[in-house]
């Protein structure tokens, strides 16, 4: 397959500056948003960029934000409106009929609203009103596990634990989160084999790696302030292998808009050295032919092999017993490359493995996320300086929200933690998840629908199955600063309740209040926003949940809810006595211009596992799992022929998007302006006697003698990419309706978005489809 380089000019430079203006014009929000520039990422005073969980640098710059970035603080710092007025120009139906970039810039909710099923509009509703409705519907129901309460990322830590206490002490633990449908295999995975599910390095390692695998990521759209540190690495003589079927363009040169030089006249620095373009879905298989290479030619750390780690021989027996042709076949990666690949590992003294969504959201992401812990198991890569793994989280708090307890499935030591601090039994029986819990709101189970944030249907698989549901529910919540897609599908109730951003004030009756996050290598650092609010009706996250809690709970509650919601620092002492590692939570934080970071056992090689060591895994799958079902879909046994019926489907990310919101068309690295594309390699596209434009309808392969309706997509324009043979991608969220809630890890539950068999069929330009419901 030819390389071709679709984008030629090095990521960032003066296209990121003028996309970001554009950006913050397109918002009218120039001055505003451009204040908030300056202030994003700030150690006195600043707020912590929503855009990525990426570190901040120990160095202090004058503008420390990504294109990404700023577009996320425009959208944020608009001061545009949804407020009553526009809710009634629009019924809700016509608004279903919004694309999500046409709700996206419909402005910044603004006072809470209700549901009017009479007029079909959204209408103004007092705090107070939605609050006695709220504890009314919560006081009907049967049981408190009837209810499902969603974080997104964007929530602080301090409202976050304020939301999991409350939902604790209204008795269930349905806690579901956006990590469900990012890194939860990460999470798995990495507490089973070292003890905790976080990164075990530090920003300053990438300064000292001298090899750094780069496993189903692309920073340049994603987390682009990742991309300074991997050319200030290569510059330091770090090898950088990128490993992913697609060769991202944003990945081979990065002009950097802090350096002068760069930017005047026209330098730019080397990132990546090779590109390992694997099939999707083959990241197990490649890291099995790495294993077995170094395990066979005694290249691994015998000595810290045998201190500190239990599993050995069965992941060494199991590997010997796989065959090269399986690995080959696994990963489409020819055995020389792998082994040339491997040779890099031995030599290395200091390796990072870091990795995204493309290596979590699979069937087997947990076997994925496994092989990546159990190859720097083999090499000692873990505790050392510039080495260890490092899962690059996309939404700023993810990490920071699990922390503070918003689990579905809660460790029994935070629970008797909880109730320790708080003297209120906490529920015991793990609670729904985001799969499980999208399979009880369609089943019926669940009456009650509270979102912190986030678009909860339409990030979920089976996105219209669960709008649908949402209508047959008794009362939803939604606590946002935006509109979306998943608030227009009311049930008999319906609520929106407007929050504070993270660039706004929160002034309360003690003054202003400042709140912290956990960025995705454990440092602890403050956020306070410095805007005057959009509406004088905003009330911040933890006044809502206290607010909520207050009614519901009844005013006799031990708990000062409402007190902590004035006083943050309240909020932090309870933290400090209930969430280990956050002693002095309130001193440490104020003392350092750059947080604390949070005490990580693996790092220093204490492992917190059942065996007391780090664990060897055994994958679950075969590692010709992906060709395997391809073969299964054609219904015949010639593997190398499956290409000409079935490919398989990935879901891709925009350089104009940032989760499920959508800023604008254009896709810079990828040439193209609109988002109903699929991506192929132009070999391809030529084998198959197509071109370029073409129009094609995307079918979800269903099982042999399955009673499922087929689910299509389409008709997409066919557009160019260095993707890997037998492999096609297409735009998330638009593309979610091909996946299911059934397709998941076993064990993490995480779906399949970036892996799914699908059959395609050119059509005339004209063809219009009804995709099923």
């Known amino acids: 397959m030819r390389k071709i380089p679709i984008y030629s000019h090095p990521a960032a430079g003066w296209p990121a500056l003028i996309s970001s203006t554009q950006k913050l014009m397109d918002y009218k929000t120039f001055l505003r948003g451009g204040i908030s520039v300056f202030k994003s990422n700030q150690p006195q005073g600043g707020f912590d960029c929503p855009g990525c969980a990426w570190p901040d640098h120990k160095s202090h710059k004058a503008i420390d934000v990504c294109e990404n970035g700023i577009k996320v603080i425009a959208s944020e710092t608009m001061t545009h409106k949804a407020d009553a007025e526009f809710f009634a120009r629009h019924t809700v139906t016509e608004l279903q009929g919004w694309t999500g970039y046409e709700l996206e810039h419909s402005g910044r909710l603004s006072e809470p609203m209700y549901y009017d099923a009479a007029q079909d509009r959204y209408v103004p509703i007092p705090w107070e009103a939605a609050y006695s409705l709220i504890a009314e519907q919560l006081g009907q129901l049967d049981s408190p596990d009837e209810a499902l309460f969603y974080t997104s990322g964007r929530v602080t830590n301090e409202p976050a634990f304020l939301f999991q206490l409350f939902v604790r002490c209204f008795g269930t633990n349905n806690l579901p989160d956006c990590s469900n449908m990012c890194h939860e295999p990460t999470s798995v995975m990495l507490s089973r084999q070292l003890g905790i599910g976080k990164a075990t390095v530090m920003l300053e390692d990438f300064e000292q790696a001298k090899l750094i695998l780069m496993f189903g ?139 995204g969504m493309g290596i979590t959201q699979h069937v087997q992401g947990d076997d994925n996320v496994a092989m990546i812990t159990n190859l720097l198991l083999l090499m000692g890569m873990i505790g050392i300086d510039g080495a260890g793994a490092s899962p690059v989280r996309g939404h700023s708090n993810v990490q920071g929200d699990r922390t503070m307890g918003i689990h579905e499935r809660p460790s029994k030591s935070l629970l008797d933690s909880l109730e320790r601090v708080f003297k209120h039994p906490m529920p015991q029986e793990h609670g729904y998840d985001v799969v499980t819990g999208a399979k009880a709101l369609i089943a019926g189970k669940l009456k009650v629908f509270m979102g ?235 084998r198959l006697g197509w071109q370029k434009g073409d129009r094609v309808i995307v079918t979800r392969q269903r099982a042999k003698d399955s009673l499922e309706q087929p689910r299509i997509l389409g008709p997409l324009v066919l557009s160019e990419m260095d993707i890997a043979s037998n492999a096609v991608a297409a735009y998330y969220p638009e593309c979610n309706d091909l996946f299911d809630l059934e397709t998941h890890a076993p064990e993490s539950h995480i779906p399949a978005y970036k892996s799914t068999t699908v059959v395609l069929e050119r059509v005339e330009a004209n063809t219009s489809i009804a995709t099923p419901a």
């Open 217 to 355: 990521q692309n920073p340049a759209t994603n987390h682009p302030r990742m991309l300074e540190m991997l050319a200030h690495a290569h510059e330091q003589g770090c090898r950088i292998i990128s490993i992913n079927p697609m060769r991202e363009q944003g990945l081979s040169k990065f002009r950097n808009p802090q350096k002068p030089t760069h930017m005047a006249a026209g330098q730019s620095a080397d990132m990546v050295d090779d590109v390992i373009q694997i099939q999707i879905g083959g990241d197990a298989a490649l890291l099995t032919g790495i294993a077995k290479w170094l395990i066979e030619n005694d290249k691994i750390n015998h000595e810290f092999i045998t201190t500190h780690t239990s599993g050995f021989e069965p992941l060494k027996q199991w590997l010997t017993e796989q065959s090269w042709s399986d690995i080959t076949l696994g990963c489409g990666i020819s055995q020389t490359d792998i082994i040339n690949l491997a040779e890099l590992v031995a030599d290395s003294p200091a390796t990072i493995c870091t990795w």
């Open 452 to 686: 912190m944030g986030g678009n909860y249907a339409v990030a979920a698989p089976d996105t219209s199955a669960i709008e649908q549901a949402l209508t047959t529910t008794q009362l939803n919540i939604f606590v946002g600063t935006k509109l979306n897609e998943t608030m227009l599908y009311p049930g008999a109730n319906n609520l929106i309740l407007p929050c504070l951003g993270r660039t706004e004030r929160i002034v309360t009756t003690k003054g202003e209040q400042f709140a912290t996050i956990e960025d995705s290598m454990c440092q602890i650092v403050p956020t306070q926003g410095k805007l005057k609010p959009v509406s004088d009706t905003l009330k911040s996250e933890a006044q809502i949940v206290a607010d909520i809690a207050t009614h519901v709970l009844g005013a006799d509650s031990s708990i000062p809810w409402l007190a902590m919601s004035e006083d943050f620092d309240i909020i932090r002492d309870y933290i400090a006595q209930a969430i280990n590692g956050f002693e002095d939570f309130n001193q440490r934080i104020r003392t350092s211009e750059r947080g604390f970071h949070l005490y990580h056992a693996a790092r220093h090689r204490v492992w917190n596992t059942e065996s007391g060591k780090a664990q060897f895994e055994v994958p679950q799958y075969p590692i010709t799992f992906v060709a395997a079902q391809m073969a299964a879909a054609n219904d015949i046994d010639d593997v190398e022929n499956t290409a000409q019926k079935i490919w398989q489907l990935t879901s891709v990310r925009s350089h104009d998007q940032f989760n499920t919101m959508i800023f604008g068309f254009k896709d810079r690295y990828r040439q193209t302006d609109r988002r109903d594309v699929l991506f192929m390699h132009p070999d391809e596209i030529s």
